[in-house]
């Protein structure tokens, strides 16, 4: 699904064996039930439980069975094999659907995150362990996504989120790191993670469209936040920012700072989702005010965020009409 967990990527990398943050339920994918004749890790959803809750389980049972427990485990257990998989769906015909696996114990198709458990900490990274296998791995784009929210007037904020899309296939285990990019400074009171064997698919709308290459095989396992989020990716400094006008109509802002180093830092602009919609380089400083264009873009609420030379973050928010 194209707007399953959708995050920014991120490079940045500690090790499972500094502190750890907050444990994640049944990280180590060891445990498994029978949900709805599939079976599945306990506190996790799976592609089937996402069907279900889309317009195409509403009208037709379909069982893609994309998500299933190995013994080819990493350590413990078990594992979670994530595979694409040509299913059949009556009447619309054959599609190629991935494995999903995300975080929680309900899926409301109507949120902008699905699933989710309580979670209160400021992680620095998500770790965890893979295989990967296929032979359209690059055009498939298998990917790993965590996002950190809090609600707020029934409504959920973004607080942090990363991701990685994978490029390469790994015959071995293979230790990967999601750092966490934060917005806000703000405790979350919940985590969302998504796992998919290929991102390049909306299998929940009606048709169903994928250009997924079936046996892309994806396996996970020991999954575990880990480190502390620093003080200087948290900042929320913006005395010395102006980006007007705010709210814009036409979707395009000026900003204009008093410092040089923050006129001419480098930016990116994430929507309500944390997915970025713009970026832009370093620049040259200059007196005059720089142009954020996000015409094209959905009204709402996005998060411009600057990283300066100095190592601060400036986080604004931008409101398109």
């Given amino acids: 699904m194209k707007t399953f967990l959708p995050f920014l990527p991120l490079a940045l990398g500690l090790t ?6 907050q444990t994640i339920p049944n990280g180590n994918l060891d445990t498994w039930a029978t949900r709805n004749t599939v079976e599945a890790p306990t506190n996790w959803l799976n592609t089937d439980d996402a069907v279900a809750a889309s317009p195409l389980g509403a009208l037709i049972s379909v069982k893609t069975g994309t998500v299933t427990k190995s013994t080819d485990f990493q350590q413990g257990t078990f594992a979670a ?5 040509t299913v059949n769906v009556p009447v619309l015909g054959n599609i190629v659907a991935p494995g999903i696996l995300a975080l929680g114990n309900k899926l409301n198709a109507n949120s902008m995150y699905p699933g989710g458990l309580p979670f209160t900490s400021r992680p620095a990274n998500m770790q965890f362990y893979y295989k990967l296998a296929g032979t359209n791995i690059a055009g498939d784009k298998p990917t790993a996504r965590v996002q950190l929210t809090r609600t707020v007037s029934g409504r959920q904020e973004p607080i942090a989120a990363g991701e990685l899309t994978f490029t390469t296939t790994a015959d071995n285990y293979t230790l990967a790191t999601v750092p966490l990019v934060y917005t ?11 796992f998919a064997s290929g991102s390049n698919v909306s299998i929940t709308t009606v048709p169903p469209t994928s250009s997924l290459t079936a046996g892309t095989t994806l396996l996970i396992d020991n999954i575990a936040m880990v480190g502390v989020a620093t003080s200087n990716r948290t900042a929320l400094d913006t005395r010395s920012l102006n980006v007007y006008p705010n709210p814009s109509a036409s979707g395009v802002f000026a900003l204009q700072a008093d410092e040089p180093a923050l006129r001419a830092a480098p930016y990116s602009v994430l929507d309500i989702t944390g997915r970025v919609v713009r970026t832009a380089a370093a620049g040259a400083p200059t007196a005059a005010p720089r142009t954020i ?7 709402g609420l996005y998060t411009l965020r600057l990283d300066t030379s100095d190592g601060r973050t400036v986080v604004q928010k931008l409101v398109v009409e």
């Fill in 293 to 299: 264009d996000l015409r094209g873009q959905a009204a």
């Fill in 81 to 85: 094999r994530l595979e694409s998989k």
């Fill in 184 to 194: 806000s400074s703000a405790a979350p009171d919940s985590i969302h993670i998504g």
């Fill in 16 to 21: 499972l064996g500094q502190a750890s943050a």
